[in-house]
């Protein structure tokens, strides 16, 4: 079983709002990604967390902040976004660490920022 | 730096019809290559892989070979369905820690019935 999942599937906000975006894996992966993709445009990595550390910020801004409650969760909350971080947010897993392993995505979250 | 270029879109093609999708990369050393898929509103979908030269990756009737000599993984397939219309990711990921995985700019894929 490769499965990632993720929660919600579509997310509505304000630029005021707080909320959560939530991925969850159950294969023992020990790598967990956060990546952004725009319309028509490859995914853009955000985060990497390995072994439940943060291993790689790609200097994404402060109004992102992940966390990884757990070796199976991964957690992006998102406060006071622009319209323009409208996106899919697509998690990611990898059975390795920070080595070179192959990625295998949820089906994203579909944010829309008012 | 490393980077891949794939084979611009957008392409359109009649069922049955043979379908390759160019792609080819620049990197230090041996990367892994691979292939993902799209479909409308969905996530990516791992669709093939090959990690060393000459390895050939295969799923679903596609299929791509990892060719070093000339820094190629070309995906292919024989007879395409309506239902392969998507968008193809091509990526490498280099085989060091800590690497990224690097994803060429999409291709995206209609088959007419």
């Known amino acids: 079983d490769t499965e990632v999942t993720q929660t919600p599937k579509h997310l509505v906000m304000g630029m005021t709002n707080k909320k959560s975006l939530k991925c969850e894996q159950h294969m023992g992966h020990r790598a967990m990604y956060w990546y952004k993709q725009k319309a028509k445009k490859p995914p853009e990595l955000m985060f990497v967390y390995s072994y439940e550390k943060l291993s790689i910020n790609e200097s994404v801004p402060s109004r992102f902040s992940p966390e990884c409650p757990n070796s199976s969760l991964l957690n992006l909350h998102l406060h006071a976004l622009q319209p323009e971080d409208s996106a899919l947010y697509l998690c990611?897993?990898?059975?390795?660490?920070?080595?070179?392993?192959?990625?295998?995505f949820g089906p994203g979250t579909r944010l829309t920022v008012l | 730096g490393d980077s891949v270029t794939q084979m611009e879109g957008p392409v359109t093609l009649s069922e049955e019809a043979f379908l390759t999708i160019n792609c080819t990369y620049t990197a230090t050393g041996y990367p892994s290559l691979f292939w993902y898929v799209q479909y409308p509103g969905e996530g990516l979908q791992l669709l093939l892989k090959a990690t060393k030269a000459d390895d050939k990756g295969s799923n679903k009737g596609f299929e791509a070979t990892y060719r070093k000599e000339t820094t190629s993984f070309h995906l292919e397939k024989g007879s395409v369905q309506v239902s392969d219309s998507a968008v193809y990711f091509c990526a490498h990921l280099p085989f060091t820690s800590g690497s990224r995985l690097t994803f060429g700019e999409g291709t995206q894929l209609t088959v007419n019935p």
């Open positions: 990611a897993s990898s059975p390795q660490g920070l080595a070179s392993d192959t990625q295998y």
